[in-house]
């Protein structure tokens, strides 16, 4: 079994971002846990985040362009050349179209993980017909609030890990909103995902760090 993925998304928050991100990338590297920790950094923090050691570092988004005329896009390639050995694509606060992603996947190397986010079921499984390596689902309404999706509607959790499956048994489910501790991962375990992406409930925390080594005490 592959391990678990403890994806943080370090948004534009200021304890995200510029030297806060590699402050916060560090931490995660240090954490002593065989789940695979991965920090989803501005394109602005790819370089610096990328250079700790242990860390794997995602970008937060992607466009399907190539090298030229393209401003203010996100070029992969360039991406890439500046650490990025993943990317997130398709989050509830940056949607794009399926054939966004589908163009992008088609540019990216095989072994180039992209982790689409879903907001429902039905997303989910449109999405799982790409055959992306990861599908996160995230409900829009509970991200970033106090209640995790594991207590909120644990069924939407084990119905996207179901419907995915049936559409590619390949591809590995993550779930996220509102996750903020131990207890929310390894109930998102029990229900079939093979990890979280959260975000606030390690940038907002008072002490990260302790955040950050509670997540994986349960696995």
Same mark, same amino acid.
């Given at each position: 079994?592959e391990?678990?993925?403890?994806?943080?998304?370090?948004?534009?928050?200021t304890?995200?971002?510029?030297?806060?991100?590699?402050?916060?990338?560090?931490?995660?590297a240090?954490?002593?846990?065989?789940?695979?920790?991965?920090?989803?950094?501005?394109?602005?923090?790819?370089?610096?985040?990328?250079?700790?050691?242990?860390?794997?570092?995602?970008?937060?988004?992607?466009?399907?362009?190539?090298?030229?005329?393209?401003?203010?896009?996100?070029?992969?390639?360039?991406a890439?050349?500046?650490?990025?050995?993943?990317?997130?694509?398709?989050?509830?606060?940056?949607?794009?179209?399926?054939?966004?992603?589908?163009?992008?996947?088609?540019?990216?190397?095989?072994?180039?993980?992209?982790?689409?986010?879903?907001?429902?079921?039905?997303?989910?499984?449109?999405l799982?017909?790409?055959?992306?390596?990861?599908?996160?689902?995230?409900?829009?309404?509970?991200?970033?609030?106090?209640?995790?999706?594991?207590?909120?509607?644990?069924?939407?959790?084990?119905?996207?890990?179901?419907?995915?499956?049936?559409?590619?048994?390949?591809?590995? &489910? %993550?779930?996220?909103? /509102? *996750?903020?501790?131990?207890? =929310?991962? $390894?109930?998102?375990? #029990?229900?079939?995902?093979?990890? &979280? %992406?959260?975000?606030? /409930? *390690?940038?907002?925390?008072? =002490?990260a $760090?302790?955040?950050? #080594?509670?997540?994986?005490?349960?696995?």
């Amino acid at each position: 079994m592959e391990a678990p993925l403890i994806v943080v998304n370090f948004k534009t928050y200021t304890t995200a971002m510029a030297a806060a991100a590699e402050k916060l990338g560090k931490q995660m590297a240090s954490v002593d846990t065989n789940a695979r920790m991965v920090a989803v950094v501005s394109a602005f923090d790819l370089h610096a985040v990328s250079s700790i050691s242990g860390l794997e570092v995602w970008s937060q988004h992607l466009d399907p362009v190539g090298q030229g005329s393209h401003t203010g896009w996100l070029e992969p390639e360039t991406a890439i050349a500046r650490g990025a050995v993943g990317t997130v694509i398709n989050h509830a606060e940056h949607k794009v179209s399926i054939e966004h992603v589908a163009k992008l996947m088609s540019m990216l190397p095989d072994d180039f993980p992209i982790c689409a986010c879903a907001a429902d079921v039905e997303e989910a499984r449109a999405l799982a017909e790409l055959g992306p390596k990861f599908i996160a689902v995230e409900p829009p309404e509970l991200i970033g609030g106090d209640i995790s999706v594991t207590t909120a509607d644990p069924t939407i959790v084990s119905d996207t890990v179901a419907a995915v499956k049936d559409v590619n048994p390949n591809v590995r &489910v %993550l779930c996220g909103a /509102g *996750v903020k501790n131990g207890k =929310d991962v $390894a109930t998102a375990i #029990e229900l079939g995902a093979e990890g &979280v %992406l959260l975000a606030s /409930g *390690v940038t907002k925390a008072s =002490d990260a $760090a302790a955040v950050l #080594e509670d997540l994986v005490s349960h696995l």
